[in-house]
């Protein structure tokens, strides 16, 4: 591809056999009317020294970034402490450069051209909004769910208006389109997307500007919040289960809970179908930290912390209500708590309302809300969606749970040594009935190998059993699995699906990991700093070199699906020029 701003690709290597007298130009895709003018054809020109600076900062930011974790690292050294001064000037720094990467992916693909207004898809036969949340705000200023959008009068007068076929035909026949993602029921348009970012985001924000919010701004706030929550949150973890965590296995392990986690996936396209899972993230990360930092000396809680840390998790009801599985984490965080009757029991009455009662503040608001929308307290809706196919009347099944288990977890990549690397795999074809699956790459498993720490646990549970944390990896297991399964069997493959699931796997191997590295290791105090220096044996270098590499290994593919096609939304086409230019920087090198 030559493009005329970016000389790099104004030279064209060939690789030919013989003696070559003849060369043949051919040009594609040009539009009609389209103006092309080539000055001069040159053979064998020598190739003039190009300096692109952008190209030189990245690659130096690239380097100076894999200096940093480089095994040989005094951040591998360092005791966790938010005492020493360094340590938290360098964690906040490594927030700030985390959310400005965030940012700067969630521009990419041009959001603001999302935002513009409706657009009519598939050969004008439905109307894509993407202010969905922003119709919800009105609708509750005006003291009503349903939105005010205008209903197609053949859609509601249809037998099953969740026929998407049908309502392609009508839409493009009749010139009346219904809009698509939206929920439908008893005659008008519902959002089944979780409320919570509306409450705290939309509402407030119209009512201090008398404007919308765009959704892609609230999307990069909720993932800045998801990063300041996973960090706060394995700080929590890390220094009440372990002594000899270190300052770069901190570090490593945030970066890799946010990368994991799906937060480079949930930016690209910030639209609303992200917002429910970064705020789910968000306020799970906040309430499993503030559990574990309620506990005080002497059996004794921060009851202020329990509570929040409850009314955190409850908050999943409004987001992203599968994630509320995360409250049953509660047990084997407070498990020798719970043993020793400080709660459950006469003596611990009020450290158990201080976890319960938060539910009740969250879920019977919630519930009247489903009622209200769809007249069950405990349907949120979400069957009810205007989209591809009939989520009302399709098959149940578990027979799609193997092949779904597979896709999400052990799909190798379809790679090529063609830009830009990772290409889309194919939807699996032995389930005969519907298999829902959106563009996808690879298994979450490939792109976060980290996981496979968990197994380690079985040769090593002695050691898992003395650090009295086994549980807890348990849970997260658990738990990741249910949510496996689930979105398996029910909605389908996505990869941006791997926010429900693989924060938790990530959770688990790092438990695993710093239970070795701390059985395995040496501490020591620095005199002049007084800080802790950790000294590796050589099984916990090897590991923390696992670590390293698999941190190192999430980072690169994360970052490189980026610019793969096929997915919505893709480099390719919503945003060229970066597209290009990054191809350009890969032309040295075919």
């Given at each position: ?573 919503s945003n060229d020029t970066v597209y290009r230019a990054v191809e350009s920087w890969s032309l040295a090198f075919q």
């Amino acid at each position: 591809m030559v493009v005329e701003n970016l000389p790099d690709t104004h030279y064209v290597r060939l690789h030919a056999a013989g003696k070559v007298s003849t060369l043949n130009l051919r040009f594609v895709d040009l539009q009609k009317g389209k103006l092309l003018k080539l000055n001069t054809v040159r053979v064998n020109p020598n190739r003039p020294f190009h300096f692109s600076l952008t190209r030189f900062v990245f690659f130096l930011s690239v380097s100076y970034f894999i200096y940093v974790f480089l095994p040989s690292s005094r951040i591998y050294k360092w005791r966790l402490s938010m005492a020493h001064k360094a340590q938290l000037i360098l964690t906040i720094f490594s927030m700030l450069v985390l959310s400005a990467i965030l940012f700067a992916i969630s521009r990419l693909a041009e959001p603001e051209k999302m935002f513009s207004g409706t657009y009519l898809t598939q050969d004008g036969g439905f109307i894509n909004d993407s202010n969905q949340y922003n119709h919800v705000a009105n609708a509750l200023l005006r003291g009503h769910a349903y939105l005010d959008l205008n209903v197609p009068r053949w859609l509601a007068h249809m037998k099953n208006p969740y026929d998407a076929g049908l309502r392609l035909y009508y839409g493009q026949s009749t010139g009346e389109q219904s809009y698509w993602d939206y929920a439908f029921f008893n005659g008008k348009y519902y959002s089944y997307f979780g409320v919570f970012p509306v409450i705290v985001a939309f509402i407030p924000f119209k009512l201090l500007t008398g404007h919308d919010l765009r959704t892609d701004y609230a999307v990069v706030a909720f993932a800045v919040l998801f990063v300041i929550g996973a960090f706060y949150f394995l700080y929590a973890l890390l220094k009440k289960y372990f002594d000899k965590t270190s300052f770069g296995m901190y570090i490593l392990s945030a970066i890799t809970l946010v990368v994991g986690g799906s937060g480079f996936t949930q930016v690209f396209l910030p639209k609303i179908y992200s917002l429910p899972i970064l705020a789910s993230l968000t306020v799970t990360t906040f309430g499993l930290g503030l559990w574990l930092r309620s506990f005080r000396a002497n059996a004794r809680f921060t009851k202020a912390m329990l509570f929040f840390g409850a009314l955190c998790i409850a908050l999943n009801l409004l987001c992203r209500p599968q994630f509320i599985l995360s409250a049953f984490l509660a047990f084997p965080i407070f498990w020798e708590q719970i043993k020793k009757r400080l709660f459950f029991s006469q003596r611990g009455v009020w450290n158990t309302l201080a976890v319960i009662a938060p539910f009740f503040c969250v879920g019977i608001p919630a519930m009247w809300y489903n009622k209200i929308r769809f007249e069950s307290f405990f349907d949120f809706g979400a069957t009810y969606n205007l989209t591809g196919f009939d989520m009302v009347h399709h098959s149940r099944t578990i027979m799609r749970a193997p092949s779904g288990l597979w896709m999400y977890l052990f799909q190798p990549l379809n790679i090529s040594p063609n830009f830009p690397y990772i290409f889309t795999v194919d939807i699996p074809h032995g389930f005969m009935g519907t298999f829902i699956m959106e563009p996808y790459f690879g298994g979450f498993l490939v792109f976060t190998p980290i996981a496979f720490a968990i197994l380690l646990a079985i040769p090593f549970k002695r050691v898992m059993h003395t650090q009295k944390n086994a549980l807890l990896v348990s849970g997260c297991v658990v738990c990741a699995f249910l949510l496996l399964f689930l979105d398996s069997a029910l909605v389908g493959v996505n990869s941006r699906y791997f926010g429900d699931f693989g924060w938790l796997l990530i959770v688990a191997a790092i438990i695993v990991i710093q239970n070795l590295l701390d059985q395995w290791s040496e501490t020591e105090t620095i005199p002049s700093s007084g800080v802790g220096a950790i000294t590796y044996t050589v099984k916990a270098a090897w590991l923390r070199n696992f670590a390293l590499c698999t941190f190192l290994w999430t980072v690169l593919l994360y970052s490189l699906n980026l610019l793969s096609q096929g997915r919505y939304y893709a480099l390719i086409s919503s945003n060229d020029t970066v597209y290009r230019a990054v191809e350009s920087w890969s032309l040295a090198f075919q």
